[in-house]
């Protein structure tokens, strides 16, 4: 991603495509933790600016080689930890304690068992859970688990993870346990302009061609992009799916894509100076 924007810098000064207001460039760090946006924000990055938009390369599955969409839907995406806090006590007088790990079974349970608006997608699952006392014959006093939420939109994200405490803590009560809950992780589900998209899609079709401009993509991974028109929204946005063949997926250890998508993204982010500041 940084490769293109530096390549397209270079050409873009050296042509000199910005004619009229002014161009900046975003070389965002830690998207996968979610903190880089916010950083970004919190040091003025984009206070001076109207229009922001975003690029990111795809797996083969959703998007080839000489391909872009000229939008990227995501999801919502928040990780939570819960810690459970009971008493330990020895396996043949369990009475005398409470069950961390009973109490993390209702929690899991009780977070089955939410519904939410049906014309939304969106899926709540346990992903880790870990209690132990250290030895086979101990119930352990302590618990831990993450929960992974996913929304395709925003309000009912911030319902799931208001309903999922509540849950969480009253479950666990109901045995004389504690929950205490924290947010690990938090993506925006996608913040588009609809106008900057058409502007994306004229630009992929005039710089790849005709049959290269695809459909919007949705996706139910998340992008810290968002927090950018979440935290501003008066930013009008928007956010391009390149082809680059990666395989065999996103965040697989051995994943690769083809290096002859690059110039594909340089031509994009040209296009797109010469549409709006040439």
């Known amino acids: 991603h940084m490769a293109m924007l530096l390549a397209a810098a270079e050409e873009i ?3 000199k495509l910005v004619r009229k207001g002014k161009l900046k460039l975003l070389f965002q760090p830690a998207e996968e933790t979610s903190e880089g946006a916010l950083s970004m ?9 109207e229009i922001l938009i975003g690029m990111h390369g795809r797996p083969i599955q959703e998007c080839r080689v000489g391909e872009a969409a000229p939008a990227l839907y995501y999801s919502a995406a ?10 330990q ?28 608006n049906s014309n939304v997608v969106y899926n709540m699952k346990a992903t880790q859970i870990h209690a132990d006392a250290g030895v086979a014959n101990a119930v352990p006093g302590t618990a831990t688990i993450t929960f992974d939420l996913r929304s395709r939109d925003n309000d009912v994200m911030e319902l799931m993870i208001q309903k999922l405490r509540g849950a969480a803590e009253n479950a666990a009560a109901s ?14 589900a996608s913040i588009i302009t609809p ?25 139910a991974g998340g992008e810290d992009f968002f927090w950018y028109p979440k935290m501003k929204p008066e930013l009008k946005t928007g956010f391009i799916a390149l082809g680059e063949d990666a395989e065999p997926g996103l965040h ?9 998508a690059l110039p594909y993204g340089v031509k994009i982010h040209k296009g797109l100076v010469k549409k709006l500041l040439g």
């Open 78 to 87: 928040t990780h939570v930890k819960i810690d459970i806090t009971g008493m």
């Open 89 to 116: 006590s020895h396996g043949a007088r369990p009475y005398l304690g409470i069950s961390a790990l009973d109490a993390a079974c209702l929690v899991v349970q009780s977070a089955n068992a939410l519904r939410f």
């Open 195 to 219: 106008e900057i998209t058409e502007i994306i899609g004229e630009v992929i079709t005039s710089e790849l061609g005709e049959k290269a401009c695809i459909p919007p993509i949705v996706t």
């Open 41 to 49: 924000l919190k040091g003025g990055a984009v206070d001076d600016i």
């Open 252 to 260: 697989d250890p051995a994943m690769h894509f083809n290096h002859d």
């Open 13 to 15: 000064m050296k042509e």
């Open 175 to 188: 045995i004389g346990a504690k929950a205490d809950f924290t947010i690990l992780h938090q993506t925006p």
